[in-house]
């Protein structure tokens, strides 16, 4: 354990190494919100496509067409 704690060639590559799955875990999260956040405007624009249809079908049946 000393070792490594005052070899420096292996305290940089360590460091590095720690740096590299930092970022990659960063971009894996911004990846996973983009995902949701395009998910969550996908059902959104598929709950206002239900709520029109919905609107429009009780039209229909007031005016006696269903």
């Not at 970022?23 to 624009?45: G, H, L, N, P, W």
């Amino acid at each position: 354990m000393k070792w490594y704690q005052t070899d420096n060639e292996t305290r940089i590559r360590y460091m590095t190494w720690q740096e590299e799955i930092d970022i990659a875990v960063d971009q894996e999260r911004q990846r996973a919100d983009e995902a949701e956040k395009r998910a969550d405007a996908e059902k959104t624009r598929a709950d206002e496509a239900e709520a029109r249809a919905d609107k429009y079908e009780k039209m229909l049946r007031e005016l006696g067409k269903l």
